[in-house]
Nanobody, 116 residues
Framework: QVQLVESGGGLVQPGGSLTLSCAAIGFTFKRYIMSWYRQAPGKEREWVAH??????????NYADSVKGRFSIYRDNVKSTLYLQMNDLKREDTAVYYC???????WGQGIQVTVSS
């Protein structure tokens, strides 16, 4: 069964850190560009970051809103994608989704809440 399973979300205070994980099951993870998106209440889903495939060097790209605070990386041996989030702000509160856009495979989403 092909799926992506996110973990690591939760409640964190402003200025805090969290690391999200996304385990890929049933497909050749290293071949694909992998992305993180998020959707805040009442807003459209927005792109957060993506990382190129292993063959393409694993290069990251970030939305301006998270650049310098978030870091996307991948472990192709473990078939796992990560999102390290530092200096979290209230406006980062959202459901975060990992995905392989070219395959239309998406995780179920995980809640991140930034609040004091």
């Amino acid at each position: 069964q092909v799926q992506l399973v996110e973990s690591g979300g939760g409640l964190v205070q402003p200025g805090g850190s969290l690391t999200l994980s996304c385990a890929a099951i049933g497909f050749t993870f290293k071949r694909y560009i992998m992305s993180w998106y998020r959707q805040a209440p009442g807003k459209e889903r927005e792109w957060v970051a993506h990382i190129s495939s292993a063959d393409a060097g694993g290069w990251p790209n970030y939305a301006d809103s998270v650049k310098g605070r978030f870091s996307i990386y991948r472990d192709n041996v473990k078939s796992t994608l990560y999102l390290q989030m530092n200096d979290l702000k209230r406006e980062d509160t959202a459901v975060y989704y990992c995905g392989a856009p070219s395959t239309a495979i998406w995780g179920q989403g995980i809640q991140v809440t930034v609040s004091s």
